[in-house]
């Protein structure tokens, strides 16, 4: 038996419901939690305590919207288990909220490339820690109070889908110019101690083939989780970059929190690989991290416009979130 095609009736009544939830959001959502959708799709998955330092600045009012959001079911959540202690809740975007960031850029939502099933995996991955751990890092540069503002953050999921046939980033993040500073760009590669210095110093020939395909010479930070690995990841970075064809388009610098934990990735604990005469010390900031590479060129001007950096293709369906949410309007 042929089944009956559904009426333009059911049609209407199926959609009701539909149309009705994005209504009753379109009255709930403020500016800074459509930032945070935005967020969470970009970044896949954040913590209470990442949330409240980028948009929030208090853990309370924290919790209090994230769990107003939670009810209006555009945000999910989940607690991954610790030997000691208890985790914070780890946010991820549900359907309701991809459907909302979804029609704000005109996209159906298939085309986010998202799907609520491998939101929550992220739950049992094993890459979970070092996720976090990422997000950690450019949270706390994005909420630095020293000069030179985090104002590009780019997922490890948007580097790969850039630039995966030839390297994997962490992330790609953007500092604002300041007095004495035309900024600076870079990709980070975020070190648990879980790889091999052979692997570590093997991503090399990647970013030199990156650099070499788009004519774009970009920092390259390792964060490293010690002082002991850090001095033997220098060694194998050092010899490893002696065998690239353009060793200069590759420049490379390390820091651990070992080094004046206080200060963060911001502080005065980056050591360029070749520190060049213009360095002020042994360690520097990363805003002022461009001196040690003279050859480096980056116009102020473009800094806010990403003309430095590879544009955006068909592969990345929609452009990346600031680091901060929006201070004008009602949040």
């Known amino acids: ?22 209504a009753r959001l379109a009255g709930i959502l403020t500016a800074r939690d459509r930032w945070l959708l935005w967020m969470l799709w970009e ?48 946010w991820i975007l549900a359907p309701a909220g991809a459907a909302v960031l979804a029609a704000e850029h005109g996209l159906d939502i298939r ?24 997000a950690d890092w450019f949270t706390t540069l994005a909420t630095n109070p020293e000069p030179g503002t985090l104002n590009l953050w780019w997922s490890q999921t948007r580097c790969a889908r850039l630039w995966g046939d030839l390297a994997r980033p962490d992330g790609y993040g953007r500092l604002d110019p300041t007095p004495g ?7 980070l590669e975020y070190d648990c101690g879980t790889e091999s210095l052979t692997q570590l ?17 970009t920092p390259l930070l390792f964060w490293l989780p010690t002082a002991r690995r850090e001095a033997t990841a220098r060694t194998a970075l050092a010899a490893a970059a002696t065998g690239l064809d353009h060793p200069d388009t590759v420049p490379i610098a ?56 590879t544009a955006l293709d068909r592969r990345v369906v929609i452009p990346p979130p600031s680091p901060r949410p929006p201070r004008h309007g009602r949040l």
């Open 1 to 22: 038996m042929t089944p009956t095609p559904p009426s333009p009736h059911d049609s209407a009544r199926s959609a009701g419901p539909v149309l009705a939830g994005r």
């Open 43 to 90: 970044h896949r998955v954040l913590t209470t305590t990442q949330i409240s330092a980028l948009a929030f600045g208090a853990t309370r009012r924290a919790t209090r919207r994230l769990l107003t959001l939670h009810q209006a079911g555009v945000i999910d959540r989940f607690r991954p288990h610790r030997p000691v202690g208890t985790a914070p809740w780890h």
């Open 111 to 134: 085309e986010l490339r998202w799907r609520h099933d491998r939101a929550l995996a992220l739950a049992h991955s094993l890459h979970l820690e070092h996720d976090i751990g990422v």
């Open 181 to 187: 500073s035309t900024g600076v760009e870079f990709f």
């Open 201 to 217: 110093a093997g991503k090399l020939h990647g970013y030199s083939n990156l650099a070499a395909a788009t004519g774009i010479t």
């Open 254 to 309: 390390t820091a651990t929190p070992e080094h004046t934990p206080e200060a963060g990735p911001a502080g005065e604990v980056w050591l360029p690989l070749h520190p060049a005469p213009a360095c002020p010390g042994p360690r520097i900031s990363l805003a002022r991290l461009a001196t040690a590479w003279p050859h480096l060129h980056l116009d102020p001007a473009a800094a806010s416009t990403g003309e430095n950096s």
